[in-house]
């Protein structure tokens, strides 16, 4: 090897942990979507996409060919701007989920479920970071969030 290629060989092993861990940017008020083929969301992504929103009705299917249609999970991120207020946060899914904002877990429903759930949170006006986790089981895969402000005003005490 020459010297060059040497050092070449040497800013690769060192720059390729940062190149690999570089989140990408998310456009305002998009989803960017890390699909998992377990259920425990640990490992690489085996798909990495931009989601318009974070609703979705697999049934038996699963979100890509490299997904499995059962247990897998899945990671979606964004930041979105909200009004100053109260608001509800309403997840149905079939399976597990958690929810975020601003890196603080505010719901935690990560066991085999059904259905709906919700939760409300004050927030702040301006940006905040939302940050969705899901797993899927078995059977139907599906999941949705949605969010509603519930009243404006003061921060409450």
Not at 7 to 13: E, G, N, P, S
Not at 135 to 154: C, K, P, R
Request: zero cysteines.
């Amino acid at each position: 090897m020459s010297p060059l290629t040497n050092v070449v060989a040497v800013l690769l092993l060192l720059l390729a942990p940062l190149i690999v861990a570089a989140a990408p940017v998310v456009p305002h008020n998009s989803w960017w979507g890390e699909y998992f083929p377990n259920t425990t969301l640990s490992g690489s992504p085996v798909l990495s996409r931009y989601d318009s929103d974070v609703s979705f009705r697999w049934g038996s299917g699963s979100p890509g060919s490299r997904v499995p249609a059962d247990n897998f999970s899945a990671r979606w991120t964004s930041r979105q701007q909200f009004s100053a207020g109260f608001y509800t946060f309403n997840i149905t899914s079939d399976d597990g989920v958690r929810l975020y904002v601003d890196d603080k877990l505010v719901l935690d429903s990560w066991q085999p479920m059904h259905g709906s759930t919700s939760v409300k949170r004050y927030l702040t006006a301006g940006e905040h970071t939302v940050v969705l986790e899901y797993f899927e089981a078995t059977d139907i895969a599906q999941v949705q969030l949605e969010w509603y402000l519930l009243s404006g005003g003061a921060v409450p005490k």
